[in-house]
């Protein structure tokens, strides 16, 4: 079955540091790697995604992710954070076969600090 | 990206009482996903909509509980029945919009108090 782990339940940068947040997955083959963030008081909002070729991809609000298959890792990062970044954020997974709904980490949240 | 919009954005309820939650998209989707966030934890799929055929529940969510509508391609609907302080959560709808990738957007979620 799948899964995915986010191992920091909460994370806390300085404003303007760089950041790099978790994220395992557990699936057969190479499945479709997403990233959302969840603002206070919001809905869900997809920063990117990866589906095949180009292993680091590229994102909304300066975000990036790199996919690493030997690591069975999909980190997400951002070079220098800023306060509005505080916020939950979701890593998830879906298999390439079709028809089959997201499976969610349980999230880290991000708290940002002058 | 699929615009999703559901009703109502909040809700303070009744122990007993049920509330019916409306998905409404601004395209054709096949499938359509309801979730459930509980407070501070991540989002549990309830069940898969398909337009035309009967949803699809996960383990522990059952249709007497959480009974789902999908008259059509762009609309849905979930009704959390008898409800319970445990069902206080939010509630997303989510569309997966299929093609040559595959993304899913979710609505911005019902947020429910149950008392």
């Known amino acids: 079955a799948q899964s995915v782990t986010q191992p920091d339940i909460h994370i806390t940068v300085s404003e303007g540091a760089s950041l790099e947040l978790r994220c395992n997955y557990s699936?057969?083959?190479?499945?479709?790697l997403f990233w959302y963030v969840q603002s206070p008081g919001q809905g869900l909002q997809l920063l990117l995604k990866y589906f095949s070729g180009d292993t680091l991809v590229q994102g909304i609000k300066g975000f990036e992710a790199e996919f690493k298959r030997s690591q069975s890792s999909f980190n997400l990062r951002k070079p220098s954070v800023h306060w509005s970044d505080a916020a939950e954020y979701f890593c998830?997974?879906?298999?390439?076969?079709?028809?089959?709904?997201?499976?969610f980490g349980k999230g880290t949240r991000l708290s940002v600090i002058a | 990206s699929a615009v999703i919009s559901q009703k109502p954005s909040r809700d303070i309820c009744q122990r007993g009482t049920s509330l019916t939650i409306q998905c409404q998209v601004d395209?054709?989707?096949?499938?359509m996903f309801w979730y459930r966030q509980q407070p501070g934890q991540s989002l549990t799929l309830i069940a898969t909509?398909?337009?035309?055929?009967?949803?699809?529940?996960e383990s522990g969510f059952v249709i007497d509980k959480f009974p789902i509508s999908r008259p059509n391609l762009t609309f849905s609907t979930l009704t959390v029945s008898n409800m319970s302080p445990e069902d206080s959560s939010i509630y997303l709808c989510?569309?997966?919009?299929?093609?040559?990738?595959?993304?899913?957007?979710f609505g911005p979620g019902t947020r429910l108090l149950v008392l």
């Open positions: 395209s054709q989707v096949t499938m």
């Open positions: 998830a997974v879906v298999g390439n076969s079709g028809n089959t709904p997201l499976v």
């Open positions: 909509a398909n337009q035309g055929s009967e949803a699809t529940y």
């Open positions: 989510s569309v997966d919009q299929r093609g040559n990738q595959e993304t899913q957007y």
């Open positions: 699936y057969g083959a190479t499945p479709y």
